[in-house]
């Protein structure tokens, strides 16, 4: 088979479906090659497994930016629901709220661990680290040194499978910005006594404290497979088992042929004026001909791999956290996902209850490799250590594998991020890399849903009217506010770059 299209589009995630769906529904010809033989959304779609419904992850749905949000409604008008943000903390046997509330962190820590964490942050700010470097230094500047090794450093390097001094600030400001302990303990305090949540000192609600998020009924699957139907109807067309391997660009004629293969070893050509990738940058790098200049910057991108293993319990035991985050380094589980509390659809029947234990690891590691049966055992026991659920009261279980789910935030990746995106730039003018893997940026599904619009608007208007990678470079941009926020992509203008 062989086709062409003004543009095509490399994955049906949530970046990839929303540039298609934006393009298809302004006239423009558009392909859509996804690896995955079944199913698009990509990390966000909804996995099911005998009526049982599970998300790979957990994805709330809220934006600041009302063009992600109109399109949401404009997908799947009917079928959201709005549910309550709950997660806690499990740490050496106790529940900790989060967002924190300060009476009960008092009380499980006990007064003189309390009272020394609350020295060690006025420790850190009288002597702050200048221009942290660390995911370490960023954390100890902005709750200390004790707070960080009680409730940041385990679940960290259980999520990055590294030292917490060889992972970038970058992660750290992009996901906690506007938070430190002095937010919190006022946030906490005011939760304590149902004052409301809290905010920053700019008045922004502070992205960690957010309260209520909406829901696709289902999960998010749903929203991916309208939009994907959606698509359809506006012309486009979405190929299934499609792996691109090959990329080669004709910048005389401006023309990309595109190689694709099925599960079958059946290779398809494919042609187009347009590449939109989100595919991980390292694999993109590797599939272009002829081979890139930033090739070896781009090998040197790492991933972090996760598997979720759904443990389907007969149990009237319930809890009402859509997550629980697990720093005890007493187990290998780094969070609990409770389906129930995501929506109630996704438990078809009242009398069991489904948990989603997240276990993060490296592709080809011992986690990865050990048979389903023996990841089954391990989160039963860990379950049950924990105290969600009787190990005992299991009936049924599910392993989903999801590798490159993270993009590695190390000390080097900014370096390599920033020499593959001057030669794209410079080299490839009609290659838009987007999402979260393709551009190797931790983006959240809105953010990741603004780089495919942007990037569509773009080749819509003939030129780079927008700056996709500006994205979520400050981490207000996303969860800080009420859904729905007045911020417009006008903001998000490309400033043009001067090249050496």
């Not at 903390?89 to 020394?116: C, D, H, M, Q, W």
């Not at 020295?119 to 995911?135: D, E, M, Q």
């Not at 012309?235 to 691109?244: E, F, P, T």
């Not at 551009?439 to 809105?446: I, L, S, T, V």
Request: proline fraction near 5%; charged fraction near 25%.
């Amino acid at each position: 088979m062989s086709g062409h299209a003004d543009t095509i589009v490399i994955g049906a995630g949530p970046a990839g479906l929303t540039a298609a769906y934006t393009l298809a529904k302004s006239g423009f010809e558009v392909l859509v090659l996804e690896a995955d033989p079944r199913q698009v959304g990509g990390i966000s779609r909804t996995v099911e497994h005998n009526g049982f419904l599970f998300d790979i992850g957990g994805h709330r749905f809220f934006s600041k930016q009302k063009e992600v949000v109109d399109l949401w409604n404009e997908i799947l008008p009917d079928d959201f629901i709005e549910r309550p943000r709950l997660s806690r903390i499990y740490y050496k046997g106790r529940f900790y709220a989060y967002p924190l509330r300060a009476l009960e962190a008092l009380r499980n820590l006990g007064v003189l661990e309390s009272a020394a964490c609350v020295l060690s942050y006025a420790a850190a700010r009288l002597r702050p680290v200048r221009n942290p470097k660390t995911f370490h230094e960023w954390v100890r500047n902005q709750f200390g040194e004790r707070l960080f090794s009680i409730f940041f450093k385990t679940y960290t390097e259980k999520v990055w499978g590294m030292d917490c001094d060889e992972i970038s600030a970058d992660w750290a400001s992009q996901r906690i910005k506007g938070l430190d302990l002095r937010t919190a303990i006022l946030d906490g305090m005011k939760r304590s006594l149902g004052l409301g949540k809290g905010r920053a000192k700019d008045g922004e609600v502070v992205k960690t404290l957010i309260e209520s998020f909406r829901y696709p009924r289902r999960g998010p699957g749903m929203m991916w497979e309208a939009a994907a139907a959606k698509i359809r109807a506006f012309g486009g067309h979405i190929l299934m088992d499609r792996k691109v391997d090959g990329l080669s660009y004709d910048a005389k004629r401006g023309i990309w042929t595109v190689t694709a293969i099925r599960s079958n070893g059946t290779r398809e050509t494919f042609t187009a004026r347009n590449v939109v990738s989100s595919a991980p940058l390292r694999e993109l790098a590797e599939a272009l001909t002829p081979r890139p200049i930033s090739f070896f910057q781009a090998r040197l991108l790492k991933y972090r791999d996760f598997l979720t293993v759904a443990l389907i319990a007969r149990s009237d035991r319930s809890f009402p956290d859509n997550w629980v985050y697990i720093h005890d380094p007493s187990v290998l589980v780094g969070r609990v996902q409770n389906f129930r509390s995501w929506s109630p659809e996704m438990v078809p029947d009242e009398r069991y209850t489904c948990l989603g234990l997240e276990y993060f690891c490296f592709e080809g590691d011992g986690l990865w490799t050990m048979p389903d049966e023996e990841l089954v055992a391990l989160a039963a026991h860990e379950i049950g250590r924990i105290g969600l659920i009787d190990p005992a009261d299991i009936v049924d279980a599910a392993v989903v594998r999801q590798p490159k789910a993270y993009p590695v935030y190390d000390d080097s990746y900014r370096a390599h991020v920033d020499a593959i995106r001057l030669d794209f730039d410079l080299n490839y003018p009609t290659l838009h890399p987007v999402g979260r893997n393709g551009m190797h940026k931790y983006n959240n599904q809105d953010h990741a849903m603004m780089t495919g619009m942007l990037a569509a608007r773009n080749i819509m208007a003939g030129e780079r009217l927008y700056d996709t990678w500006s994205v979520n470079e400050d981490a207000e941009y996303a969860e800080a506010g009420a859904e729905g926020a007045q911020n417009s992509i006008s903001g998000l203008r490309l400033v043009p770059r001067k090249v050496a």
